[in-house]
Structures are given as C-alpha cells and as structure tokens.
C-alpha cells in the first residue's frame, strides 16, 4: 500500500532526513540513495530498498513501477511525498523524485572471498566520499571484486559515497578493519599487496602484478604510513613530471588498477 | 603594512567572501585560494595574491613570511583577522590559517602554444569542480600543457575546483571555447584529438597517440555528443567489465593521459 505524507514533522519524513548524518545511520544500520537510476541498479542486484519514498510530481517510468512493485511484494513501505518534502530529505534543490532506505550490510573481511576476483582495491584513512565512492565505481569497472576500507575512512553508506559510485556500492564487496586486522587476514592466503611508492620501487608500467592483487591507496594529505608500505609485496612508481609529488587518491587508484588488470590478463 | 579587521561587516572581510560566489568572482575578476600550501605553489609559479589575508593565531612559518614579504614589496594589501572571521570567508569549519586573493588571467585559445607539451586535456561541459581540479592536478602530474574546457563548464577559479587542483592551477594553462571555436583552431595546426568511445573505437592499451595529442573527456552524465566523438582523430575503448558503462570524468581523463603518456615517450 502506497502511503502520502504530507508535513515535515512526519516521523517518516524526520527518519529519512537523519540518515544524512552518520550518527543516525551507524544507530540505525540503514542509508539512503537517491534516484531511479542508482534504485534500479539496487534491484538489479538483488538489493531492494526496505522504504522508498517518491515525489507526487514524479515522470512516470516503468522501472519505478517495477520497482514499486518489488518492493512492496517484498513487505516494504511505499510513500508518496510532495517534491519541497522530499528536497528537504535530499538536502537538494533539484532532489531526483524517488529515493530509498536500504539497511546496511556486514562489512567484516570474513567475507572477502579473495580468489573470486583478481584485483581488490584497498584505501587506508580515505576521508573523501567521492573517492571513496569513485573508487568502488573504478572497481566495478576493472572486474575487482571489492574495496576493503582500513584503518579510520569515510562511511561508504554516506549519501555522497553511494552517490559517487554509481551504483557498485551495491555490486562491490566492502571490508572495513584496522591494519592490523588486514594485514594478518591478508596473509592468511594468496594476495599481492601493492602500493605506489617513491622509496624502493619499480616503474608502473608492466609491473609483475599477480592475482589476487590488492592495490593499496593512501590518505588523501598524507599518503600511506611508510610501514604500510614496507609490508608490501610490489612497491611501484607512478610518473610525475610535474610540480606535484602525488595523485587525487581515486585517480591513483585507477591508474595502478588499470595497469594491473592489462598485465594481469592473458 | 600588515592591517588588522576586526569586525565581519568589514568591506574587506565582506569583499573576500563575495568570492566564494561565482557572479562576485566574474564581476571582480578575482578569485580565492586557501592555504599557505597552495598559496606557495602559486608564489613558486610566479603568481602573487593581490591579497593575503592571515588568522591573527596563524602558527609562524618562513614560507609564510616569504609570502608575505613578496606580496608588501609588490604593493600588495597584508590583512590579519581572527579565526573565527577567517572562517566566515573560507566556508569551512577548520579554516586554513591564510588565504590569498588572485587577479584571474585570461583563458582565450589563443594563450595556448599547443607545441610546448605533448598532451592537453580537454573537458566538455564538465560540471563538477572537483573533477576540473583533479583534471588540472592530472595534468600537471602527465606532463600536459594545460586544461581547454569546452561548452559551459564548472569556473576553474572556483575554491573548489582550485584546491582539488593542488596548485596546478596556477602551472597549467587553462583556455575556455564553445565546441566550434575549438574545433576551428585545433585544425589549424598540428593535434591529434582523442576520445573514449563505445563506436568504431580501437582498445586504448598502445593506440597511436601522437603529440600534440588532446584528450577530450564528456559530461559526467551524458558523455561526449556524438558529432564531437566524429570529429576525433583517434576513438579508444576502456575496459568497462562490470554493470557500468562509464567512468567517473577525472578517472577517464587520467587513465587515457597516462596510457598517451606511456606510447608517446620514446
């Protein structure tokens, strides 16, 4: 049953807005995402949103009606919102007309199934969102099979990270641990730790990556702890012929995925 | 002469923080830049704030003292206020300790000497500040001439866009042309134009590129129209081997430039 709603202080309209903070959405294991676009590669995933609230001004389209339709064979709410409501919950002025509560997964390495995917990407101490976002989105795109986040990052369930990812939030495997978690769960089988590296390291370029390869990104100001990078199997250099000593996080990690998955292919 | 503000309607204060808005920054031609780190990247360039302002509980630092010393011997304006009002120009809550205001410089074509480097990065209707940024820090790092922004893009002298470029701003060139301004002076000389495309594309693992060679990355949302991809000289695919079909604008750009990068060396 489709519900409408209609004043902000509406308890649905208060909860959907609080998943925008962190302290909620960690209190209440639940995010948000926005759009039918990013809803549908949800569905396509086998991932339905538990609540999902629409604009009453929305366009109608047949994969909102197949996914209203999912959700609510799945016992999920359906709610109808005027657009000013429902740009208060995206905190946007052009809110996309349909967005979802989905709640969140575990993140935990036990389920990393390492040999399922050649290449992993792996940040330590990732502040930003968007490249947090834009990292699973890359993954996606080079056939890895997940990010694993270590040490204290960004939350991949943050409105900004879904968003940048396009919608691998939902394809991609997340881990989250400390390094010492990491480090030893890594070693417990195959993986090839690398890292970009200006101290001890080989050219990029054709570099003997193996698979499972984890490809180890650093802080965004600070770059990785040079012990981190010791404990790695294949430290390689990156070219910067320019003023500056480092890459956009995100883009760093393209680059090596990039250059591991032609070496790594047949 | 260093001059202390004290209050916030202080047309000083009110004038650095009108340029966080873009009608301001084009009306003024001048824009902001954040930080003593960025500001010494600019110093370096050769490029000195009109402007300098500095949180009265700065921690003292010599390239601080450089900076301002250059910019009083050059007639320029040294302002000192605190934190708090700091704050209220940067937008941020941890504002950084100085910030400095920039005369823009101009952006015609006609600046561009396409010979003196052998990749420019080209970006149409690209929206999103951090991507033009990143697009620059790229740049720098590739060894590139500069960035040509095509269409309406995001303003490359926003603060955004300008702190993701980690000083590159100030180092590469940047020109802004509607597509057929464009298109007419790329043909009048020497330049290979290059796109990522899904049509009658080659793999761009050792495609042919040739310098002075232009890498053109689309929209974040629609891509390239496609006359634009017809008029490349040069049309690659990337591996995209999950559900998405594109990648993130700035990771495009950087994967292409340093695959460019690798096949024009010698």
């Not at 409501?85 to 002025?93: E, F, W």
């Not at 390495?109 to 834009?134: E, H, S």
């Not at 199997?233 to 591991?260: C, F, I, K």
Request: glycine share 8%; with cysteine.
């Amino acid at each position: 049953m489709r519900r409408t709603i209609t004043g902000f202080s509406n308890p649905a309209v208060k909860f959907l807005r609080s998943l925008r903070d962190k302290k909620y959405r960690k209190r209440e294991q639940r995010f948000l995402a926005e759009g039918l676009r990013l809803l549908t590669d949800a569905r396509e995933a086998g991932r339905l949103p538990e609540l999902l609230a629409m604009s009453s001004t929305r366009t109608p389209h047949p994969l909102l009606d197949a996914l209203e339709a999912d959700v609510a064979a799945a016992g999920g709410d359906v709610i109808e919102m005027d657009e000013a409501l429902l740009a208060k919950i995206t905190g946007k002025d052009n809110p996309q007309s349909v967005c979802g509560v989905f709640a969140e997964w575990g993140t935990s390495l036990a389920q990393i199934d390492r040999v399922a995917a050649p290449i992993w990407l792996v940040a330590q101490a990732l502040r930003d969102p968007g490249n947090l976002g834009t990292l699973l989105r890359t993954g996606d795109a080079v056939g890895a099979g997940g990010l694993i986040l270590i040490d204290d990052c960004a939350d991949p369930f943050s409105v900004e990270a879904v968003r940048a990812s396009m919608g691998a939030i939902f394809t991609q495997a997340v881990a989250q641990a400390n390094w010492a978690e990491f480090i030893a769960w890594l070693r417990q089988g195959a993986g090839q730790l690398v890292a970009a590296s200006l101290r001890d390291a080989q050219p990029y370029r054709g570099a003997p990556y193996a698979a499972p390869c984890f490809i180890l990104i650093g802080n965004e100001s600070r770059g990785l702890p040079q012990d981190y990078e010791h404990a790695c199997d294949l430290r390689v250099t990156v070219p910067m012929l320019g003023r500056a000593d480092s890459l956009n996080a995100a883009v760093a990690g393209a680059v090596l995925a990039y250059e591991a998955l032609a070496n790594l292919k047949p």
